[in-house]
């Protein structure tokens, strides 16, 4: 799949915001003649994929990150940041608008399907449809976390109707993505085969065991994870070099279950993280950099307070890729001397041209699968000196450091603590980090820490209970253009206007 995602230039496949409220009839000849045969199911599938290019380059990062304690910006685009995102706020309708364009994709192809004759294999079809199943449920799975309840739209949309549905609970969203994925994961294979419709890279069985599994650990369901994740164990592993995992080396290997394929030469199909983040021909105009006790509140947002720089043990063999300070001067305090600031690493590609990185976006890797596996048996406090404890230390030891002992970790909140500090480095800036703070119910209390330093109050009046867990939640707001695209949408989520 890698290099080859075709992108569906028809209308009804490649919808706006606009579009997708309001279709019209054009081309839709051409697409009833595209969806009568496999190898047009084989390209609408494909379309089912293209928004994760723009979405894991564009506005998802800054939303998480810097709304994270990894992430802060010294620049004015500060809104994530402290907390002061709207409604109106162009990153936030992008996000909604291009989950929901990969969802009316997912069920176009759902929807037509059913009606082709002729598939070269059963096998085939269910691996497109499982493949349809497991998209739709990824880009629910990002809403819910992000907006909480969403109109569940599970059909084709062919008149206005069809997509002018009132938010569904989070229950109920959640609900649709366990069974899309429960479904997915009978229909798809242990490994795609190569060939049309089953290029490396495409989802598999495994990738919707993970994202099941990560959808349990969401919901504290950690039975569910032990069970769920027993499966990818056996069929992952670890890379001896960190910085493999992000350098395009590796990609669609046994150390991932499922990655952005960007590739090609062309802006749309390529990434621009790497220059956005910071590389030293672009000093001082970092999007995000690592947050860092040792600037104490300077560079006018929420530079400090529980800093990654300081979660970063010595001798980590992660950190050469995860920060950087190239040497550059300390344009935050001039007078500290060169290489005392620091710059994301993680994704930084001089291989290819300027902002059109080909390296893949991990979205779920193994490791994040071993950490999750172990998070659940330390809730369900099944042996803390077992499995929990040489899971911990596999992606630490992994990383040149000291395994942990009982010693270190003689009690649950203690063994809790340590998995999380794991989490944020093993994970940090691969979008991870809010999603954790968030479904701890310690967002709040985190960011107060970085708000300190600058005086401010984090929004508490838009923190509300999780249904599910019971824990504090932060949501984003709804769109506003989307009240007005769609009478029934409902209320705002608390806190906005």
């Excluded at 579009?19 to 190898?39: C, K, V, Y």
Aim: glycine share 8%; hydrophobic share 40%.
């Amino acid at each position: 799949m890698k290099r080859c995602i075709l992108i569906l230039m028809i209308c009804s496949l490649s919808l706006s915001c606009d579009s997708l409220l309001s279709p019209t009839p054009q081309g839709q000849i051409a697409l009833d003649d595209l969806l009568s045969t496999e190898n047009g199911i084989i390209t609408a599938v494909n379309g089912a994929y293209q928004p994760l290019q723009n979405i894991y380059k564009g506005n998802m990062f800054p939303i998480l990150e810097l709304a994270s304690d990894d992430g802060w910006i010294w620049r004015k685009e500060v809104e994530p940041d402290i907390f002061i995102i709207e409604e109106t706020h162009g990153g936030v309708q992008s996000i909604w608008s291009e989950h929901y364009v990969g969802i009316t994709r997912t069920n176009t192809v759902l929807d037509r399907i059913g009606k082709v004759e002729g598939f070269s294999s059963e096998a085939q079809k269910n691996n497109l449809i499982g493949q349809a199943k497991f998209l739709r449920a990824f880009y629910y799975f990002n809403l819910v976390r992000i907006f909480g309840g969403v109109p569940l739209i599970l059909q084709e949309i062919v008149v206005r109707e069809d997509s002018e549905r009132p938010r569904a609970s989070i229950k109920e969203v959640y609900d649709q993505v366990k069974l899309d994925l429960t479904e997915a994961i009978s229909l798809l294979p242990i490994k795609q085969g190569g060939g049309r419709g089953s290029q490396p890279g495409m989802a598999t069985n495994l990738s919707a065991r993970a994202l099941l599994t990560l959808v349990n650990l969401e919901l504290e369901e950690w039975d569910q994870v032990v069970s769920n994740s027993a499966l990818l164990l056996t069929n992952g592993s670890l890379l001896n070099a960190y910085a493999d995992n992000f350098n395009g080396t590796q990609e669609n290997g046994p150390h991932v279950f499922f990655e952005v394929q960007y590739g090609g030469v062309a802006a749309n199909t390529t990434s621009g993280i790497s220059n956005t983040l910071a590389p030293p021909d672009f000093a001082g105009t970092a999007v995000i950099m690592p947050t860092d006790e040792n600037l104490q509140g300077k560079g006018g947002s929420l530079s400090s307070g529980n800093g990654f720089m300081q979660a970063l043990e010595p001798n980590d063999q992660r950190k050469s890729t995860l920060v950087q300070s190239y040497n550059l001067p300390n344009f935050i305090e001039p007078s500290k001397p060169n290489g005392s600031l620091f710059y994301v690493n993680k994704y930084y590609n001089t291989k290819d041209l300027r902002g059109l990185s080909t390296w893949n976006f991990p979205l779920i890797r193994y490791a994040e699968i071993l950490l999750a596996r172990a998070e659940a048996l330390i809730e369900i406090n099944a042996g803390l000196g077992g499995e929990a404890l040489e899971l911990l230390n596999k992606t630490r030891v992994n990383a040149g450091l000291a395994p942990l002992s009982l010693n270190d970790l003689p009690d649950q909140t203690s063994f809790r603590n340590a998995l999380r500090k794991e989490r944020r480095v093993e994970l940090a800036f691969e979008m991870k980090r809010y999603f954790d703070l968030n479904r701890w119910g310690i967002l709040e209390e985190v960011i107060q820490k970085q708000m300190d330093f600058l005086g401010l109050n984090f929004p508490n009046q838009r923190i509300t209970n999780h249904p599910i867990t019971g824990k504090s939640y932060f949501l984003y707001p709804i769109p506003s253009i989307e009240f007005v695209n769609n009478a029934n949408l409902g209320v705002q989520n608390d806190g906005y206007n």
